[in-house]
C-alpha cells in the first residue's frame, strides 16, 4: 500500500516537472521566436524588474522611471474605447496566477506621454528552482510601427510614381502654355496697335466729315461702326487679355509647383531650403481642396533658408492644409460664409515657426492624446487613412530633429505648430 503510494506521488512529481519542463520549453521558442521584439519582466506582484532596450524605446520611458511599476497601470490600462482594462482581464496577471502563457494579437499598449499603439504580445509566467511562479515575461512587437513603416513605404512609392507622373504632366503642360502665353502678348501689343489706328482714323473722318463729297461715306463708316460696337471692344477687349494672361499665370504657377513636388528630394541629402516658396507651392497645388469651404490669409515672415528635404516639408503642409479644409467642411452648410485658414511663418530664436490656423470645428477633447497615432482618423471611410499626422510627426521629429504640437477648442478650431531647427540637429545628414 505505502509502495503505490510511493508510486503515485512520484508520477505527481514526473508530472509535475514534467509540464515545468513543457512550459520552459514553450517560453524559449517563444522567446527565440520574438527575439527581435521588446521584453519586458515582472515580478509576482506584477511590477515591472526588466526591460530592454526595444521595450523602453517603445514605451517612451527611462529604465530607472519604470522599473517599480505595476505593469498593467503603466502600459496596459485602458481599452481603445477609452474604458478601463480591469487588472483581473490582463493576460499578464493571468499568467501570474494560473501560470499559463496567453499569447495575445491586436490589443494596445500605452506609452508614457499618453499615446496608445497595436501590439502582438506573449505572457509566459517564470518560476523559481521550487517550481513556483515568481514572476512573467512580456514580449511585444509593435504592430503600428510595422504598419507605419510599410504605409510609409508604400506612400513614398506612390509619391515618386505621382512625382514622375507630375513632371510629365508640367512639362506637357508647360509647352503649350508658353505658346500661348506668347501668343497672348502679340495679341494685346497688336490690338493696341489697332486701337491706336483707329483713334487716328476717327480724326481723320471727322476732318472730312464737313466736305460733303465725303458725308455720305464718313456716315456710312459711323454706322458700321455702331452696329460692330467698337466703344465695347475698346473696354472689353483688354478686360478679355488681362483675365486671359491671369489664368496662364495660374496655369504656370500650377506647373511650377508641380514641377517643385516631382523634383523634390530627388537626392537623398537635405538642401538649402526656402520655407515660403514652399508655402506658396503647396497653395497652388492644393488650391482646389480648400477654395470653395475657405479664404487662405498668409503671414509669411522673413525666414533664412534652413537645410531640409524640401519635399518631405511640402508633404507636411500640404496634409495640414487639407485637414484644415476638410474640418471647415464639415461645418459650413450651403449659403454659409466661407471660413477662413491662416498660414503663418516667423523666426523665433534658432528655429523657423509655420503655423497653420483653421476655422473648423475644432478637435474633441477625449481624442486629442491619439490625433499623431497611426492610422486613427476620425473621418468618413475614403476620407482619410489616419497615416498623414503620424507621417507627419515622423518627418518633422525625426527627420528634420524638430517638433509638432496644436491647440484645438471644440467648435473655435485648430492650430497646427511646426518648429524646425535652422541648424541641422536631426542627426541624419542623409536620409
Given at each position: ?213 465725303y458725308a455720305a461715306t464718313c456716315e456710312e463708316l459711323a454706322r458700321f461702326e455702331e452696329e460692330i460696337d467698337v466703344e465695347y471692344l475698346e473696354e472689353e477687349v483688354p478686360s478679355a487679355f488681362d483675365q486671359t494672361q ?9 506647373v511650377q509647383g508641380l514641377k517643385g513636388f516631382a523634383h523634390a528630394d530627388r537626392s537623398q541629402a537635405k538642401q538649402d531650403t526656402d520655407i515660403n516658396a514652399i508655402v506658396e507651392n503647396t497653395l497652388v497645388v492644393c ?25 518631405d516639408i511640402g508633404q507636411v503642409i500640404l496634409n495640414l492644409v487639407v485637414n484644415a479644409a476638410h474640418a471647415i467642411a464639415e461645418i459650413i452648410e450651403d449659403g454659409q460664409d466661407k471660413g477662413r485658414i491662416t498660414i ?88
Open positions: 500500500m505505502a509502495e503505490e503510494r510511493d508510486r503515485k506521488s512520484l508520477l505527481q512529481e514526473l508530472d509535475s516537472a514534467r509540464e515545468a519542463l513543457n512550459q520552459l520549453r514553450y517560453q524559449n521558442e517563444m522567446m527565440l521566436r520574438w527575439v527581435e521584439g521588446a521584453v519586458v519582466l515582472v515580478d509576482r506582484q506584477g511590477r515591472i524588474i526588466q526591460a530592454n532596450k526595444a521595450a523602453l524605446s517603445a514605451l517612451g520611458w527611462e529604465e530607472d522611471e519604470l522599473l517599480g511599476r505595476s505593469c498593467h497601470e503603466t502600459i496596459h490600462h485602458t481599452l481603445d474605447d477609452g474604458s478601463e482594462y480591469p487588472r483581473e482581464f490582463c493576460p499578464v496577471y493571468a499568467a501570474l496566477e494560473d501560470g499559463s502563457s496567453h499569447h495575445v494579437d491586436g490589443d494596445i499598449f500605452w506609452r508614457k506621454d499618453g499615446t496608445s499603439f497595436s501590439v502582438d504580445y506573449i505572457a509566459c509566467s517564470t518560476r523559481n528552482e521550487q517550481n513556483e511562479i515568481n514572476g512573467a515575461v512580456l514580449t511585444f512587437r509593435n504592430l503600428t510601427e510595422m504598419r507605419l513603416q510599410e504605409a510609409k513605404r508604400i506612400h513614398g512609392m506612390k509619391l515618386e510614381s505621382i512625382g514622375e507622373l507630375s513632371a510629365g504632366i508640367a512639362h506637357e503642360i508647360n509647352t503649350p502654355m508658353q505658346f500661348v502665353g506668347s501668343n497672348l502678348t502679340f495679341l494685346r501689343e497688336g490690338f493696341a496697335d489697332l486701337l491706336a489706328l483707329l483713334n487716328r482714323y476717327r480724326r481723320f473722318r471727322e476732318s472730312l466729315a464737313g466736305h460733303e463729297e491671369d489664368g496662364v499665370d495660374r496655369v504656370t504657377r500650377l488650391r482646389n481642396e480648400y477654395k470653395y469651404v475657405a479664404e487662405v490669409e498668409t503671414r509669411l515672415g522673413s525666414l533664412p533658408v534652413i537645410r531640409a528635404h524640401p519635399g503663418e511663418t516667423r523666426q523665433e530664436g534658432d528655429e523657423v515657426l509655420l503655423s497653420v490656423t483653421d476655422t473648423g470645428k475644432g478637435i474633441p477633447d477625449a481624442i486629442k492624446n491619439r490625433i499623431f497615432d497611426p492610422f486613427f482618423t476620425t473621418k468618413e471611410v475614403g476620407l482619410g487613412s489616419g497615416q498623414g499626422l503620424a507621417i507627419a510627426r515622423t518627418i518633422i521629429h525625426d527627420k528634420h530633429g524638430g517638433t509638432i504640437s496644436f491647440t484645438s477648442t471644440p467648435g473655435q478650431g485648430t492650430t497646427f505648430s511646426l518648429r524646425l531647427p535652422i541648424e541641422d540637429r536631426s542627426g541624419h545628414g542623409a536620409i
